[in-house]
């Protein structure tokens, strides 16, 4: 039996193909906050690959504007968020991530958010996971695994093991969207 490679490089069920990921995120709504012109479009490039729809914003202030009833920081979180999940820089300008991600919890934010960051300190999951992240990935990113996190968070089942993480990065807390139900 053959099954027909897509578009993306990736079979339709979401295997791999020379290190290119199927649709496994097909139609998911992901926010991106990232500061970095290059890492906004490497990330977007690989998510999208993966079949997701992903808005890019230059900071956390954008992040926690775009999640809003009236699009500002002080105002009450959405009734009906448009995204699927947040994957943020924890180091940006005008509002960082993690500023940003404890402002989304206050308003009860339940949304799945994956924190991104350039420290692979020891302490940097942690603190990332104390300000309200679900889970952590260092840059620089792994695609496999990103589209991993992404799935596991989303309560979708990936195809990679989850035990393939990076070397530098910690293996993936089970996802906290309990933790932060109202």
Known sequence: QFIKADVSGGFAD??????????????VRILLAEDGPDNQRLISFHL??????????????LAVQALTAD??????LADHLPFDLLISDMQMPELDGYAAVRA???????LPILALTAHAMA???QRCIAAG?????????????????????????????ASKTAPNTPP?????SDRYAA
């Open 104 to 110: 989304l919890r206050s308003k009860g934010c339940t």
């Open 133 to 161: 992240c679900n889970d952590y990935a260092t840059k620089p990113i792994d695609k496999l695994l990103l589209v991993d996190l992404c799935c596991q968070l989303l309560g979708k089942s990936p195809t990679q093991s």
């Open 48 to 61: 999208e690959k993966a079949g997701a729809h992903v808005t890019v914003v230059d900071n956390g202030l």
């Open 14 to 27: 979401g295997r791999e193909v020379n290190g290119v990921v199927g649709q496994r995120l097909r139609a």
């Open 71 to 76: 699009h500002t920081l002080q105002g009450p």
């Open 123 to 125: 302490g940097e999951r």
């Open 172 to 176: 993936s807390s089970p996802p906290a």
